[in-house]
């Protein structure tokens, strides 16, 4: 879903996008499809954004929000 929301926002407005993943292949086709920046730091993206977008599976949502917590 979140690849799906990029490419529309890429298409339609091209903003700057910074994505976060602990996935680091799926950062890379982030950056190279999309070009996008990249972090494994949510934080990172909780600090320096103005919007920030949660595309993450239900089960993980309690750990990511904790990590994002007071940032």
Known sequence: MAE???AGLKKTLNPEILVADVDPSRLELMRETYGCR????????A?????VVLAVKPQIMGEVLEEL???
């Open 4 to 6: 799906a929301i990029i």
């Open 38 to 45: 990249t972090t494994q730091d949510g934080g990172e993206i």
């Open 47 to 51: 600090a320096s954004c103005q919007v």
């Open 69 to 71: 917590k007071g940032q």
